[in-house]
């Protein structure tokens, strides 16, 4: 009897591109409910491929999200909560993959990601075009020295 595992392998490839490519129009959803006038992140953390979390871009509860402190990018900067550190506190420290729009994490958030044990980060491929900013090259160079996977997927433009 033989088995074959590159057919079952791709099989579970292409039922994981579809999944991974609905987490991040979950993430781009998420996205959309960030306050920020310039930059809108969303973030879903996933589980054995089930949602264990969501977070976006924003000020802690309770803190005045005023036009006057969003438009102030000094004092925004101070107050902003990232996408995924929301969503990680969301998740209570549990998850296996994250899922991230528009863009890859910043460092001090990939360093909580690879905290918690994340093993995945999916994001969208035009987020390689912007990836000057941050410190994304040492991003990558991290995510590559930790052996974190990392996907780059095509969503259509709204």
């Given at each position: 009897?033989?088995?074959?595992?590159?057919?079952?392998?791709?099989?579970?490839?292409?039922?994981?591109?579809?999944?991974?490519?609905?987490?991040?129009?979950?993430?781009?959803?998420?996205?959309?409910?960030?306050?920020?006038?310039?930059?809108?992140?969303?973030?879903?953390?996933?589980?054995?491929n089930y949602?264990?979390?969501?977070?976006?871009?924003?000020?802690?509860?309770?803190?005045?999200?005023?036009?006057?402190?969003?438009?102030?990018q000094?004092?925004?900067?101070?107050?902003?909560?990232?996408?995924?550190?929301?969503?990680?506190?969301?998740?209570q420290?549990?998850?296996?993959?994250?899922?991230?729009?528009?863009?890859?994490?910043?460092?001090?958030?990939?360093?909580?990601?690879?905290?918690?044990?994340?093993?995945?980060?999916?994001?969208?491929?035009?987020?390689?075009?912007?990836?000057?900013?941050?410190?994304?090259?040492?991003?990558?160079?991290?995510?590559?020295?930790?052996?974190?996977?990392?996907?780059?997927?095509?969503?259509?433009?709204?």
């Amino acid at each position: 009897m033989t088995i074959d595992l590159d057919g079952i392998w791709v099989e579970y490839e292409v039922r994981m591109a579809k999944w991974d490519k609905r987490y991040l129009e979950l993430a781009r959803l998420v996205s959309s409910w960030s306050k920020d006038p310039r930059k809108k992140v969303g973030a879903v953390i996933t589980e054995d491929n089930y949602v264990r979390s969501i977070g976006f871009n924003g000020f802690p509860r309770a803190v005045d999200d005023s036009d006057e402190r969003l438009n102030n990018q000094e004092l925004k900067n101070k107050l902003m909560l990232h996408a995924e550190v929301n969503a990680i506190m969301a998740a209570q420290g549990k998850g296996d993959a994250i899922y991230i729009y528009p863009c890859l994490p910043c460092m001090a958030c990939l360093m909580q990601l690879i905290q918690i044990g994340i093993e995945r980060v999916i994001t969208p491929k035009k987020c390689l075009e912007r990836a000057t900013h941050w410190d994304s090259e040492l991003v990558l160079e991290i995510l590559k020295e930790q052996c974190i996977q990392v996907s780059f997927i095509d969503l259509e433009e709204r």
